[in-house]
């Protein structure tokens, strides 16, 4: 319920502190005199989108204050765990606006996101009026509603499901329809390709093997000479000749010299020889791999040269061809095995289309006993607005299918017997509408008894006997909770539990809005006021007092 309202600096208002009553709280007063802007201050702190400029002209910022008292099992208390606040028994909104229009949040003094206050808000008030903001006018909002009436979020959640698996199935579908498409457009190239590539069989890094390899036996009879000559050098007749006449020598040296010093010597050359006679061999080895076919050259250059020239006919390098081969094969088996992969995926999307088929089945059904139960329920909220002869009626037709189902739904009226039925803003007269906007509003809420319901001028178009219905009506829900109504109906006015007077005046040249409390005389004034116009006479207050105490 909400207990108080404190605004700020706020468009024409400088200060003003509202404390709401249970039951029905009454705001009248002149046309213009500031009704609908108390509304967008409540609208506001509530995070509700409205005007942009709000700061009242000379302030520098602008502040809307709601608390209000919650139950413990109310709908607000999970969205508030959910954000990681906890409240007792009052909850706190407020909203500031700076100048520059950047607007803050808080819940209980913790700054929130506007996102969170609006959902926040929305647990908390329903705002109405006979311009439906809400869109009870809109067709297109039908469904919306009579799903939220219905309660049907498990069949809603299945059906949205069921609706995402098909489209996925149906695109994977699709996709690969699209791609064995293109593979078949392809077909001969592609089967020419794996076998051109098969038939070669490179080799990871073959290529740069082969370029070394060709390189090599280019050169390789120079380099036989020039290895022929090294061999020469060290052999027999060269160092490694001379280099044993060297030790021969030296040992006859050291054997004639008693106590000689070349022993070291010695052993350094044996150990050279040695290594020389090492050397030898490794370069004899390599002069032996010189020895080819003149004929192995060529096929090297043949294989070397058909690599590149398929690595640039696919525009690759040429290590990249073993890669090349993995995906011509790839797509070479998906061609084979396509027929057995499209009827797969054909019956995933008939299964998925069935399992959506049964869910959106289930949801009409849902919305169907839903939809009567809620003709009924406006049947009986008619009557006692003196509309027992109208008929409503929640009509579905097949629609689109959709994550919502295949269902259109639309509120249609009828406001005589035997008359056509129609929208509600085409059949209506602005007292009619006005009456059956009430009576949807009541029943489309009526699961919900934690919400603070506000009418702004749902009486406009209607008087007499007619306005006195409607404004015991709204007594009635006031019993139940709480209800707020902006009107300038005196039948509705005079059964409020609590009354406000909002007032405009011009101080210092700057023109403000103020709220006042009613007292029952001042009540009285007020109302005799909404009879008679700016002269309230004796028989006008004795009206409004007769309208009180009926």
Request: aromatic residues 4%; negative net charge.
């Amino acid at each position: 319920m909400l207990r108080g309202l404190s605004v700020k600096d706020i468009l024409i208002i400088d200060r003003l502190d509202v404390d709401f009553q249970p039951g029905l709280n009454v705001l009248t007063g002149e046309t213009g005199a500031g009704k609908s802007i108390l509304l967008d201050c409540l609208g506001f702190v509530l995070g509700w989108r409205g005007r942009a400029e709000l700061v009242r002209q000379g302030a520098k910022q602008g502040e809307v204050t709601a608390w209000f008292d919650v139950r413990q099992n109310h709908p607000v208390i999970a969205i508030l765990a959910e954000a990681g606040i906890e409240i007792e028994d009052e909850l706190v909104l407020r909203r500031t606006n700076a100048q520059d229009g950047r607007k803050t949040s808080y819940i209980n003094d913790r700054r929130c996101s506007g996102d969170l206050l609006r959902r926040v808000g929305d647990t908390l008030i329903e705002l109405h009026g006979q311009h439906d903001d809400k869109g009870l006018l809109n067709v297109n909002s039908h469904r919306d509603l009579l799903d939220a009436y219905a309660q049907n979020q498990p069949e809603l959640a299945a059906c949205k499901e069921t609706w995402n698996n098909l489209r996925h199935a149906q695109k994977t579908f699709e996709a690969q329809s699209e791609r064995m498409a293109a593979a078949k457009a392809e077909e001969d190239y592609l089967r020419h390709a794996l076998k051109e590539v098969g038939d070669l069989a490179p080799k990871q890094g073959e290529e740069a093997e082969l370029d070394t390899k060709r390189r090599l036996m280019q050169s390789a009879e120079k380099i036989r000479d020039d290895i022929h000559r090294a061999l020469q050098i060290m052999g027999p007749d060269a160092a490694e000749g001379n280099l044993g006449d060297a030790v021969r020598w030296l040992e006859t040296a050291d054997d004639k010299l008693v106590g000689s010093d070349l022993a070291a010597a010695l052993s350094g050359l044996t150990r050279a020889i040695s290594e020389l006679g090492e050397a030898q061999q490794m370069v004899e080895r390599f002069a032996d791999s010189l020895n080819f076919n003149p004929s192995e050259l060529e096929m090297v250059e043949e294989r070397l040269f058909a690599l590149r020239a398929l690595a640039r006919k696919h525009e690759i390098l040429p290590d990249e061809i073993p890669d090349l081969f993995e995906k011509l094969t790839q797509k070479v088996a998906e061609l084979d095995n396509s027929g057995t992969s499209m009827a797969q995926l054909e019956q995933k999307v008939k299964d998925c289309a069935n399992a959506f088929d049964a869910a959106a089945k289930k949801l009409s059904q849902t919305r169907e006993a839903a939809g009567k139960a809620l003709d009924t329920s406006m049947s009986k909220e008619l009557a006692p607005l003196k509309m027992e002869r109208a008929v409503f009626q929640t009509t579905m037709e097949a629609g689109s299918a959709g994550p919502n189902g295949i269902d259109m739904v639309s509120f249609r009226v009828a406001t005589n017997p035997g008359a056509p039925s129609g929208p509600l803003n085409k059949i209506a007269s602005g007292g009619e509408l006005s009456r059956f906007l009430l009576a949807l509003k009541v029943c489309l809420t009526g699961q919900n008894s934690g919400l603070t319901l506000i009418f702004d001028e749902i009486d406009r178009g209607v008087g007499g006997a007619t306005a006195d219905a409607v404004g015991r009506r709204l007594a009635e829900l006031g019993q139940d909770g709480q209800v707020l109504v902006v009107t300038h109906s005196p039948q509705v006015a005079a059964l409020g539990n609590a009354h406000w007077r909002v007032e405009k005046s011009v101080v210092d040249e700057v023109t403000l809005s103020t709220v006042v409390p009613l007292s029952e005389t001042e009540r009285v004034s007020e109302i005799a006021r909404m009879l008679s116009g700016d002269r309230v006479t004796p028989e006008a207050k004795a009206a409004a007092k007769a309208l009180m105490s009926a």
